[in-house]
């Protein structure tokens, strides 16, 4: 009788344990564990490498969303930005979006700079000002070339 009572904990417990991590499977899958209501804003990036839909968007490092979804415009080919941001930040129509990098090779973030407009972005709105991300290995490789053109020309005789 003790060892199907037992067995009868320990199944329940499991189970719950199993219901818990699919739980926050969810939860964490779409992106509701920021908390509260949500609401869409975009942004028009020349370049918007190495960030992903799920990617986090920070004000002043602190999370205030997600990124929902990255496209290519058909018009122009720049990358359009779909961000989800709570509904209590009232970002200013002159705030600026920014693609940075957790440490150096890290992860991609979009951060949120606020301005000082008095007016704010609705939902489904677009923020003009943006800076697009840094291609680090074609920035390594422009330092690397560079310095091996210097150093070829230092070697040859002047004409």
Known sequence: ?????LELFVGAFVLLGIAAVAYLTVKLGSGSLIGGDTYMIEARFTNAGGL???CSVLVAGVPVGRVEDIRVDDTDY?????MRVLVGLRL???TMASIKTTGL??????ALAPGADETYLESGARITMTESSVDLESLIGKMAFGSVDKAKD???PLP
């Open 92 to 94: 200013p129509t002159d």
């Open 105 to 110: 090779i890290g992860d991609k973030y979009v």
């Open 1 to 5: 009788m003790k060892q199907s009572k």
């Open 78 to 82: 720049t990358a359009m930005v779909t």
């Open 154 to 156: 230092e070697k040859e």
């Open 52 to 54: 992903n839909s799920g």
